[in-house]
């Protein structure tokens, strides 16, 4: 069965502070992964698609890569604005042309 | 920029009643998702279609069913409501093997 990880549950951080969010998978045949971004109340909003092991993609303050196992968003100097759940879904090759799979999420919570 | 519109942000209703929840995207995008958002339990599948009038069930079709009768807009029908369907319902769009786009979705109270 396809599992897709994320950890930690729950992150806070002071204004400046820089971390990484962590996302593993178990699946096979990996298409891509996706990360979102959520705000409380409203739909998850794209950030990143990767495809392929030792690709990277950036914008303003974050940072996704991803390895064969695991892929990570990483937050340099993050701002109380950049506090939300963040979420990464795996899409992976099946019978019918699209199963993605989402993990639960990681809250972000940057303080001033 | 691709936009899911769906239909109501709040929606109360009560036990046995049929529910319709309408989702419409404006970007000629083949597949759209239902997905139901629930605390602790993430986002989990629904029902989906990649194309008109072709639908397949997700992980929790259990008491609801779909229509998809033009390209742009997908059903999700609760046939008789029940208190364990509270919760965030979203709709999603998307072109094959790419991103899903997100409405912002509708939070439904069955009393």
């Known amino acids: 069965e396809d599992q897709v990880t994320q950890s930690p549950e729950a992150l806070r951080l002071q204004e400046g502070e820089s971390s990484s969010l962590n996302c593993s998978y178990t699946v096979s045949g990996l298409r891509g992964l996706f990360w979102y971004r959520q705000d409380p109340g409203k739909g998850p909003e794209f950030l990143f698609t990767?495809?392929?092991a030792g690709e990277e993609k950036e914008k303003e303050r974050l940072k996704a890569t991803l390895t064969k196992k695991e892929s990570f968003l990483h937050i340099t100097a993050p701002k109380p604005e950049d506090s939300a759940t963040y979420l990464c879904?795996?899409?992976?090759?099946?019978?019918?042309?699209?199963?993605?799979?989402f993990g639960k999420g990681t809250l972000l919570t940057v303080n001033p | 920029d691709v936009k899911v519109t769906q239909s109501s942000r709040y929606l109360v209703k009560r036990t046995g009643e049929k529910v319709f929840l309408e989702c419409v995207q404006d970007?000629?995008?083949?597949?759209m998702f239902w997905y139901r958002q629930d605390p602790g339990l993430g986002l989990r599948l629904i029902y989906f279609s990649y194309d008109v009038k072709m639908k397949e069930k997700g992980d929790i079709p259990e008491g609801y069913s779909v229509s998809r009768e033009k390209k742009e807009r997908f059903s999700l029908i609760l046939e008789s409501a029940s208190t364990n369907q509270t919760s965030m319902y979203l709709c999603a769009s998307s072109l094959i093997h790419s991103p899903l786009h997100f409405g912002n979705g509708t939070r439904l109270t069955v009393t």
């Open positions: 879904a795996v899409l992976v090759s099946g019978g019918s042309n699209y199963k993605l799979t």
């Open positions: 990767l495809y392929s």
């Open positions: 970007m000629d995008h083949e597949n």
